[in-house]
């Protein structure tokens, strides 16, 4: 769910979505109330949205979809229904008219990484599969008249790592691909070396960018408002589909005008209207101060339509979009291990309480087998707040466990 936030509301992923992976219930663990592109290419006129595939979507975004089949992504043991349940659908919806937009996550490459790792002899023919299935929306967008100004974005919300799992730092854990497809685009490019070159590291091709700066990217290339509480960078490179200088700068500029409603939030003591002190500028104290100075920089570039204008834009938004994504992750890691720790030990105890009390008190009403399941449960439930998988679908682990325990309790009754 974090990332899929990202992907689509610009915004940064915190511990607080984790937290509301507990509360299903609750609305503020969807998106339905938060800005994002989906909502607003709904918004626009005609806007119908179809999604197939993962049914996190269908979680996030409660009765934003017209059209929908989705599928649980738990049962990491399948590889092939879970794509089919998707591939079914793209031969008539391409032929439709009645949508503006089509969401197809496909979970086949990721379970077959969470189940035998990246180096698995199932992972070249799904992603030879996958291919086929690009390839057959290519065709179509290029022969149909009614798809010809259509966007294919092809994407991933995470990578893995060796062994297949996902959630840590690595290089290819945090290094998803991302490619925006278009016939339009013969207009602009002569295209990219295929295979690419040699990287000078892991994942580094031919141009990297942060998932956030999707959002504005879609918003600018299909014609709807910005997310609010976006922090994404419109990419540079898609500029050249617009001709005119103007344009592109009004896109630069809405980018801009859009983060600058967040830092009048974040930094309240700053006016960004005002000028600021020169010296202020040549030695700033602050990230506020050097967030205004460059602001103060991009806007003067504009009011003379300097040819630095749009480079300027472009420096101030990532630095913006740099000191925002730091201070919504900085976390004090002091208090988040205190808290780990005194959490572990009160497990522990617990366990430790029970047992005894178990062994010394054999005929009494909580006899050693429920200290023994107290026990297993405990230990076992904590080990799956290290996956977020896990945390996403925990109702499964409170399934399997109620019905082991309910299981054993008919056991022992026989005995």
């Not at 043991?77 to 919806?93: G, L, P, W, Y």
């Not at 100075?293 to 570039?301: E, I, L, N, Q, S």
């Not at 178990?358 to 230990?379: I, Y």
Request: contains cysteine.
């Amino acid at each position: 769910m974090p990332r899929v936030k990202a992907m689509t509301t610009g915004s940064i992923p915190s511990f607080v979505d984790v937290i509301l992976n507990f509360a299903e219930s609750d609305t503020t663990s969807t998106l339905a109330d938060q800005d994002s592109w989906p909502l607003q290419l709904s918004l626009k006129t005609g806007g119908r949205l179809a999604m197939y595939g993962d049914d996190t979507w269908l979680k996030l975004f409660p009765s934003l979809f017209f059209r929908s089949d989705g599928t649980t992504s738990f049962f990491v043991s399948d590889f092939t229904e879970v794509d089919n349940n998707v591939t079914r659908h793209v031969s008539e919806e391409l032929q439709n008219t009645d949508w503006n937009g089509i969401i197809m996550h496909y979970l086949g490459l990721d379970h077959i990484g969470h189940k035998s790792g990246p180096n698995s002899p199932n992972m070249v023919p799904k992603q030879a599969e996958m291919d086929g299935i690009v390839r057959q929306i290519y065709e179509e967008m290029t022969s149909a008249a009614h798809l010809g100004s259509t966007l294919l974005v092809l994407c991933g919300d995470h990578g893995m790592n060796d062994a297949g799992n996902h959630g840590g730092s690595a290089p290819g854990e945090t290094s998803p691909a991302l490619v925006f497809i278009s016939p339009k685009f013969m207009n602009v490019t002569n295209g990219l070396p295929c295979p690419s070159p040699e990287p000078d590291y892991q994942y580094q091709y031919y141009t990297t960018v942060e998932q956030s700066d999707i959002v504005p990217t879609l918003a600018g290339l299909l014609g709807f408002p910005i997310p609010l509480n976006n922090l994404g960078v419109f990419i540079p490179g898609l500029l050249e589909l617009w001709a005119h200088r103007d344009q592109k700068m009004a896109l630069l500029r809405a980018n801009a005008e859009q983060i600058l409603v967040i830092l009048r939030q974040a930094y309240r003591g700053i006016s960004f209207d005002e000028e600021p002190q020169a010296d202020s500028c040549a030695m700033p104290d602050s990230d506020g101060t050097l967030i205004h100075c460059k602001w103060t920089v991009a806007r003067h570039a504009q009011e003379k339509s300097s040819p630095e204008a749009s480079k300027a834009l472009l420096e101030f938004i990532k630095l913006a979009q740099s000191k925002l994504s730091s201070a919504a992750a900085n976390y004090d890691m002091r208090l988040l291990g205190l808290g780990t720790g005194l959490t572990a030990l009160s497990a522990i105890a617990s366990s430790l309480s029970l047992l005894r009390f178990g062994f010394s008190n054999p005929s009494s009403q909580l006899p050693l087998d429920s200290s023994l399941w107290f026990l297993f449960v405990t230990s076992s439930y904590g080990v799956t707040m290290f996956a977020s998988s896990y945390i996403e679908e925990e109702h499964h682990y409170w399934h399997w466990i109620g019905s082991m325990w309910l299981f054993w309790l008919y056991l022992t009754r026989l005995v």
